[in-house]
């Protein structure tokens, strides 16, 4: 099964950028649904941006028209570019994927361990 590590968290003033990464391995992403959720202290996991195999792509309402989710198959890996950041954007970051081409579900069974975003 496919495995999945993050990087590009950091700490961000208000407004700025980052841009996270998702690096499979064990699997290529091609054939794979791949989402981007977060997470802050004391609140439910948020599910922050979807991509279909086919390159369509969801998201949340919060981030709609600051984050754009991308894929390149061929690096096996998924992006995803935050701009404009806010506080309310401080969170762990996880990267998820789900064999298949339905993609609009929460049962996402391969989980990365998550990079930090804290904007301040």
């Known amino acids: 099964h496919v495995q999945l590590v993050e990087s590009g968290g950091g700490s961000v003033q208000v407004g700025g950028s980052l841009r996270l990464s998702c690096v499979a391995s064990?699997?290529?992403?091609?054939?794979?649904?791949m989402g981007w959720y977060r997470q802050s202290p004391g609140k439910d996991r948020e599910g922050v941006a979807v991509?279909?195999?086919?390159?369509?792509?969801v998201y949340a309402d919060s981030v709609q028209g600051r984050f754009t989710i991308s894929r390149d198959n061929a690096k096996n890996t998924v992006y995803l570019l935050m701009n404009s950041l806010k506080t309310e954007d401080t969170a762990m970051y996880y990267c998820?994927?789900?064999?298949?081409?339905?993609?609009?579900?929460?049962?996402?069974?391969?989980w990365g361990q998550g990079t930090q975003v804290t904007v301040s």
């Open positions: 991509i279909d195999t086919d390159g369509r792509t």
């Open positions: 064990g699997d290529t992403i091609g054939r794979y649904c």
């Open positions: 998820a994927a789900r064999s298949g081409t339905y993609c609009y579900t929460a049962d996402y069974p391969y």
